[in-house]
């Protein structure tokens, strides 16, 4: 066997032979390592398996930069997972995504035009990327940036909603806006297929008429 960074009881764990290969799970050193490490745990832990068997399993994972840099760690300088892990998100802190801040979220406005059901998902998307998000920061964000007046009107009725209270609050003025778009849709086709339809006074009869003496 060539040179491996693992120690030597490491290497004497074989993979249980029904264990999944992780083949979905690829980190190449340009991705948030704090989140493939945890995936990779997740993981680990619904297999149920040791130590020993994470630190075997975990360099399947890694391609490209990821694995030079494995490869290039001294020969039996892992003994745990944790020596592995410790070892992995110092070499790739730099690709760990800072967290955003409550403020981030005055940024997000609904545009004119955007549906509300669009900027709802947008707001939401964002709220996921921030930590420690209070109901009462988040229902105040998501009131200032809304366009539709009802739903912002409903809004202010009270001072803070959950994000779940707003979600079943928001499906009956969605609900209004869809039809309101679809009946604005429907009235400009009829519009534009009467246009169409309606006899021209711009004939052949017409142009060949000499104006009166």
Known sequence: M???PFHQSILEVRLPKHFDKLTDLRYDGTQ???EHLTAFEAR???EGVGDEVRC???PVTLAGPAMRWF???QQGSIYSFSDI???FLAQFTTRIAKAKHPINLLGVTQRQGEPTRRYLDRFNDECLEIDGLTDSVASLCLTNGLLNE??????T???????HEIQTVAKEYINDEEVSRVVAANKRQSRERNFAEAPTTQGPYWREQKPLL
């Open 85 to 87: 892990s410790r070892a």
């Open 157 to 163: 009725t009270k001072p803070v909603w959950t994000m």
């Open 71 to 73: 490869n290039g760690l």
């Open 56 to 58: 075997r399993a975990f």
């Open 150 to 155: 009802n739903f912002r009107k409903h809004l």
């Open 2 to 4: 060539g040179a491996t």
């Open 44 to 46: 680990m832990n619904l």
């Open 32 to 34: 948030d390592p704090l």
